[in-house]
């Protein structure tokens, strides 16, 4: 499909006789022209393509009869089962935790978290905006540490 210049548009509503084609705008005149020519539900694509030379043919149904949907043959068949048997990602997240926790030197965030019961973005968030500073690159207290204690009463409060 090709469309139409300005030029083209403008001498389309010249023949058509739209009052001031020569000083309106290329969309402007579509519109005027798709409503002299009786097409006001069409889009200016479309009226574009007609002005071209092209037509439009009725389709075989009507708005409010559907053609047939072509996925349906298929519903009533089994799907095929996937290839790769997926892992539950919580075993993961708990092996994580596990490891983290189990160290008998240190005390971490996350063990604080599972024993208090709190999500871990939570609890770095309310230890980033208290005074306690954080004792290295994580979140680890050498075990008997005094801020120990800090952390537990800041997040077990509400």
Same mark, same amino acid.
């Not at 409010?64 to 993961?92: L, M």
């Given at each position: 499909m090709t469309t139409l210049n300005a030029a083209q548009v403008k001498q389309i509503a010249k023949e058509l006789k739209v009052k001031n084609w020569w000083n309106k705008k290329r969309a402007d005149l579509i519109t005027e022209i798709a409503d002299l020519k009786g097409w006001t539900g069409e889009t200016p694509e479309t009226v574009e393509y007609l002005l071209g030379g092209g037509e439009i043919k009725q389709l075989p149904y009507g708005p409010?009869?559907?053609? !047939?949907?072509?996925?349906? !043959?298929? /519903?009533?068949? +089994?799907? #095929? #089962?996937? %290839?790769?048997?997926?892992? @539950?990602? /919580?075993?993961? +997240? !708990?092996? @994580? %935790? +596990?490891? @983290?926790?189990?160290?008998e030197n240190t005390v971490t965030l996350a063990g604080i978290c599972l024993e208090l019961g709190v999500e871990g973005r939570i609890a770095r968030r309310k230890l980033r905006t208290s005074d306690i500073t954080k004792p290295g690159k994580q979140w680890e207290w050498e075990l008997g540490n005094a801020d120990i204690d800090k952390v537990k009463t800041l997040l077990g409060t509400k």
């Open positions: 409010e009869v559907k053609p !047939e949907i072509r996925h349906q !043959e298929s /519903a009533g068949q +089994a799907r #095929k #089962k996937p %290839t790769k048997v997926t892992k @539950k990602t /919580a075993d993961k +997240a !708990e092996k @994580k %935790t +596990a490891k @983290k926790v189990t160290d």
